[in-house]
């Protein structure tokens, strides 16, 4: 990829001319295909972007398929259920033989039925995680469902965006049972395992907006400074540093994947000064800006 800012693609279309794939929807708000049909037209890998609609991935055979989501490899390991939505950067290489499918989609195109759609389904929202581990039945379950969506969605029928609608909220709400299965597993951890997770997710959507600790703790109900001891007792790090940790990676990507001057990096990812930004990277990484992105 060319030095360019990190894109943002709002349309299906303009992420399936992206990725070099000759597809393009024809239902507003709404899309399926499968992983197959990427072949051979479309990139094998994918630098860093931003897409404007959520997208479920069903993974049957990943191959040596690497998903990076906010910097973070995803464990695509024992049929894995996964989720993009808006804002997140995401990045692939994706292997020739990867099969499985892809619904993406609109919040638009659920119409009135879910009035916020990241509170009546919350495995959306930017801080959960963002794949899901499925039994085999539910693997199989959601499958059939996937197929039959996809059929539907290949065949016109005069009720057909009505049916995909139905379609896909039956869909949401099986992922949801899977999501309430997977947090249960909270029950069994210390509430000082719970915070860290609670944080951890907290920071990876807040870190642009505040680097404060105090509103990382607001935002969990507890003080400061039980925050920071409760994060450096399980880590060794004290919540600035992850919250700082966080904020270089980011730093590093937008350098090396983006066309921005550094004064437009600092700006975006919300430095008072460039200065600013320029000491708080060399202090973490030992290099400054420029130099880091001519290495």
């Known amino acids: 990829m060319n030095k360019a800012d990190i894109p943002v693609f709002e349309t299906f279309d303009a992420f399936y001319e992206a990725i070099g794939s000759p597809r393009r929807s024809h239902i507003p708000g709404f899309d399926v295909f499968t992983a197959e049909s990427l072949e051979p037209a479309a990139r094998r890998c994918m630098a860093p972007y931003r897409q404007g609609f959520y997208q479920i991935g069903l993974l049957c055979d990943f191959g040596n ?28 290489v994706r292997d020739k033989n990867m099969k499985g499918f892809f619904i993406v989609f609109k919040k638009e195109f659920l119409g009135s039925s879910f009035s916020n759609l990241v509170n009546d389904f919350p495995f959306l929202k930017i801080s959960e995680k963002s794949t899901l581990a499925l039994t085999k039945e539910e693997h199989q379950s959601l499958l059939f469902d996937m197929q039959r969506i996809h059929s539907v969605a290949e065949n016109p029928h005069p009720y057909q965006e009505k049916m995909l609608e139905g379609m896909l909220g039956t869909l949401l709400y099986f992922c949801k049972a899977i999501f309430e299965r997977n947090k249960t597993t909270e029950n069994h951890l210390s509430r000082s395992q719970v915070i860290a997770n609670k944080f951890e997710v907290l920071v990876d959507k807040m870190y642009v907006d505040t680097k404060n600790v105090s509103d990382y703790a607001d935002q969990l109900h507890i003080t400061p400074n039980y925050l920071t001891t409760t994060i450096k007792k399980l880590t060794g790090k004290s919540a600035k540093d992850i919250i700082n940790e966080r904020l270089l990676v980011e730093s590093k990507t937008l350098l090396k994947y983006s066309g921005l001057d550094i004064a437009e990096i600092a700006h975006r990812l919300n430095f008072q000064e460039p200065t600013h930004f320029t000491r708080f990277f060399k202090k973490l990484s030992g290099t400054t800006p420029n130099q880091f992105r001519k290495s």
């Not at 398929?65 to 692939?92: A, C, I, K, Y």
């Open 65 to 92: 398929t690497e998903f990076n989501l906010n910097t973070d490899m995803l464990d695509l390991r024992e049929n894995p259920l996964l989720f993009v939505v808006p804002g997140q950067v995401f990045s692939w």
